[in-house]
């Protein structure tokens, strides 16, 4: 498993590196620059110009500019991984998963669990200990619009789409799944209906007609009809956030978070609903599942023991690819919402032409899935012990 | 004479179908006797796999109802009696084996899980116990290292193995009745072979009576003590072995012999034919159902329904003309032969 994961990184960074490759090419195809407007204004001097253009490298060849653009983004501005105690924790992480998958071979699921568990809580264990005391500056080159390193500007951009888009996934994870495993176990039944009708408006609505709706109706008359201020229709936090105590910023986050969420995990949860539905529905009708009932088993027990490990597999894999998603934003809700998420960050550096800033954006995303590809493989092999990852 | 281990009388199970109600099981009485083998026969479709399911309660609403019917074990109508009730008979006193042993396994879980869970749901040992009787099922049914075994998951598992498996979940209680639907239909011929003979051994030391369902007559002809013959949700024929393979008297059961060697071909022909006039409550032939099919078809048999009757010195049948066609069936089954 620990080589299979190395080995799935290093395929990842493979892959990294070509899709670098095709964007950046692409971008200089497109033709644009990140000069056009500039040289629409005319007080702005030719010679402003052209040290800009020798600044950012735009007078070197395609090739050279991509070398240059690699050189900055993977070289950190600072680098050190803490000392003697940080090798330390990763040699003993290291150790324990080559050790464990060398020795440990049991294929029965307490065991794979805790051999897993365990190997989580060591390197969890080692980030924490790395964490602590490393000092990488990551840089990834400065955006042409001038406000420093672009990986600052990515971090908080991912920061404030993370905290949307995992609390609109929780939300629709928590309800759609259950939602969906209820609706197959009463298949066409009143209950089973009404949910497939949410299911279809809900997807079938576009994300702004939820957004502004939620908006005007328990942002605004909400407020004008009861004088309750309950939620807030943009940005994350009230521009008073940093007098407010720790319970009063709890609050005012979720005031701000609460909308941009259901307007994502409305859409969400929908497709999470059908899919669980559908996924459990042909579990249901397998041929193990009537072995199971035949047995004498519980229908409770069949349906929560036989029925559902089976059906969590895709659905793992959905959530995986999900979370993925995340990193990239919401550039829709992000907009409607003020929501200053990386979609936001995203659109501004395409109009802007801001090459350092689009790549940031797309390896990014690029790194979420490859990532979480990673992860969704390894949960498809702890659910499914058919799959082994030798 | 000794009391039925299990009577099963006029059992109605119909399916609701976007064409109408499929009358999948129409009033079927059999009775099995403790330590019988019976044979249960009949083409795809003749309800044999429909009536294992309603005796085990596992015709799922709302497609599949049990009409009428009564299913008395041990002076209780299984049909009748609560669910909670009727889960301890299921997997305890009556065991089912299916067909598919490839996909009638959880792949999640270790083939050791599921057996230790059928024990304890039916026994009142600890995890300890239902591990050690777990591992004397796997090597009753001769799973070399069954000890070692328990913790394969049914991947790691031939299909033969996993039938053998199926085998020993279901015998693990010690049940009384053992339903197997087609439990070799999946397997190739040679294990086909070892898992009869391997059911057939197991269930005489124990005792259990075995329903045996199955279109493959060769398997019942070695393994059953009586046979019936089902068509179209009846019974037509039933009786020994020896009633059923040297005197049949249905033309069914006299075709299925007739076509013993070519016996696919023969099946789809009439798996189409009864497809092509789905039995709905409205468009129900009247009559003997195989009339349609039948050389020997009379007017009386388009307007009476035949009953199962005794016929002396041999089995029962459900033909108007059992008597009359005596000779011919006789000698039509000696030129096929």
Not at chain 1, 28 to 48: E, F, W
Not at chain 1, 255 to 283: C, D, K, N, T, W
Not at chain 2, 77 to 94: F, H, K, P, S
Request: proline share 4%.
């Amino acid at each position: 498993m620990f080589a299979y994961v190395i080995r799935r990184l290093v395929y990842g960074a493979v892959t990294l590196l070509a899709l670098s490759m095709v964007v950046f090419w692409l971008l200089q195809k497109t033709g644009a620059s990140p000069l056009d407007r500039l040289k629409l204004n005319p007080r702005i001097q030719p010679d402003y110009l052209a040290s800009l253009t020798e600044r950012y490298g735009l007078d070197k060849s395609g090739p050279e500019q991509y070398w240059i653009w690699l050189k900055r983004f993977v070289t950190p501005r600072e680098a050190s991984i803490g000392g003697l105690p940080s090798i330390l924790a990763i040699s003993a992480g290291v150790a324990y998963s080559v050790l464990a998958s060398r020795f440990i071979k049991s294929r029965q699921f307490a065991v794979r669990i805790a051999k897993i568990g365990a190997g989580v809580l060591i390197w969890g264990f080692v980030l924490f200990t790395v964490w602590n005391r490393m000092n990488i500056v990551l840089d990834w080159g400065d955006s042409f619009r001038g406000d420093g390193p672009v990986f600052e500007d990515i971090t908080l951009a991912a920061g404030a789409s993370f905290r949307l888009g995992m609390t609109a996934l929780f939300l629709a994870v928590m309800i759609g799944i259950p939602l969906g495993i209820y609706q197959a176990t009463k298949q066409y039944s009143f209950f089973d209906q009404l949910g497939t009708t949410f299911s279809f408006v809900a997807f079938s609505t576009p994300i702004f007609i939820i957004g502004v709706f939620l908006q005007l109706g328990l942002g605004l008359y909400l407020e004008r009809w009861t004088g309750v201020k309950l939620f807030y229709v943009a940005g994350m936090t009230s521009s008073s956030y940093e007098s407010f105590t720790t319970l009063q910023r709890a609050g005012d986050i979720l005031q701000h978070l609460a909308l941009p969420a259901i307007s994502i995990a409305a859409i969400s949860l929908a497709g999470y609903s059908r899919f669980q539905r559908a996924s459990m529905l042909e579990v249901l009708h397998s041929d193990y599942l009537r072995t199971a009932k035949a047995k004498g088993l519980p229908r409770r027990r069949v349906i929560l023991k036989h029925a559902l490990r089976n059906a969590m597999i895709p659905i793992v894999t959905l959530i995986s690819l999900d979370i993925a998603s995340i990193i990239g934003g919401a550039i829709i809700t992000e907009s409607i919402f003020g929501w200053p998420g990386v979609g936001r960050l995203y659109i501004d550096a395409i109009n802007a032409v801001d090459y350092p800033a689009i790549m940031a954006v797309v390896m990014a995303i690029g790194a979420g899935i490859v990532v979480m590809n990673i992860v969704a493989d390894i949960l498809y092999g702890v659910l499914d012990p058919r799959v082994r990852y030798e | 004479m000794t009391e039925p281990l299990l009577s099963v009388k006029d059992l109605r199970t119909y399916f609701s179908t976007e064409e109408g109600i499929v009358r999948a099981v129409d009033g079927i009485s059999f009775d099995l006797m403790p330590g019988e083998r019976l044979g249960v026969v009949g083409e795809s479709g003749s309800g044999k796999s429909v009536t294992a399911m309603s005796i085990m309660r596992l015709v799922e609403p709302p497609a599949g109802e049990i009409v009428t019917g009564t299913v008395t074990y041990h002076g209780r109508n299984l049909l009748a009696i609560t669910e909670d009730e009727m889960r301890a008979v299921r997997g305890g006193q009556i065991a089912m084996i299916f067909q598919d042993p490839m996909t009638s396994l959880n792949p999640v879980y270790t083939v050791g899980d599921q057996l230790i869970e059928t024990i304890m749901l039916h026994q009142d040992v600890n995890k300890r116990d239902a591990r050690n009787v777990a591992a004397q099922a796997l090597s009753d049914v001769q799973i070399p290292n069954a000890a070692d075994r328990l913790d394969d998951y049914p991947h790691q598992f031939s299909g033969g193995m996993r039938q053998r498996v199926m085998i020993a979940m279901g015998l693990s209680c010690n049940p009384e009745v053992l339903i197997a639907d087609e439990p070799t239909t999946a397997l190739d011929v040679t294990t086909q072979a070892q898992i009869m003979d391997l059911m057939l051994r197991l269930a005489a030391d124990r005792g259990t009576a075995v329903i045996l369902i199955t279109h493959d007559l060769g398997v019942v002809a070695g393994f059953c003590d009586n046979v019936q013959v089902m068509y179209a949700g009846g019974i037509v024929e039933r009786g020994s072995n020896d009633d059923i393979f040297y005197r049949p008297q249905h033309p069914y059961t006299w075709g299925l012999l007739g076509s013993m060697t070519r016996l696919d071909e023969e099946q789809q022909v009439r798996l189409h034919s009864i497809r092509g006039a789905p039995p709905s409550v409205i468009d129900l032939p009247d009559g003997c159902r195989f009339r349609p099919r039948c050389d020997f078809a009379t007017d009386r048999c388009a307007q009476e329904l035949p009953l199962l009757r005794k016929i002396e010195g041999r089995g029962e049948v459900a033909c108007h003309h059992a008597e009359e066609l005596d000779l011919e069936i006789t000698r039509a089954v000696g030129a096929a032969g």
